[in-house]
């Protein structure tokens, strides 16, 4: 069973950065990549950035440039280093994969993150 546990969500003045941190239980993020995803109140889940097995990263519109996914694979972990964070970026962020011979979506528990003065 693998298992997902986030941390290093909190409360930051706009403007400010904050570092998230995935720690898988097994080595999956160097075999199928990892994600991060948000939920703000009211809205529904939002892919923000993805990065593959071989270090490919992609990124949502709304936080290219200000977030940077990467992973240590001799860790098992994959980071989100969000700055020039905005009100609109408070969520609770999630961890995700997919195993793919699994056919299995694989999610932590969540960290929340809020942007606020």
Aim: charged letters at 15%; glycine letters at 12%; proline letters at 3%.
């Amino acid at each position: 069973q693998v298992q997902l546990v986030e941390s290093g969500g909190g409360l930051v003045q706009p403007g400010g950065s904050l570092r998230l941190s995935c720690a898988a239980s097994v080595g999956i993020f160097s075999v199928f990549g990892g994600d991060w995803y948000r939920q703000a109140p009211g809205k529904q889940r939002e892919l923000v950035s993805s990065i593959s097995n071989n270090g490919n990263t992609q990124y949502s519109d709304s936080v290219k440039g200000r977030f940077t996914i990467s992973k240590d694979d001799g860790k098992n972990t994959v980071y989100l280093q969000m700055n020039v964070l905005k009100p609109e970026d408070t969520a609770v962020y999630y961890c995700h994969t997919y195993h793919k011979q699994f056919r299995k979506h694989y999610w932590g528990q969540g960290t929340q993150v809020t942007v606020s003065s």
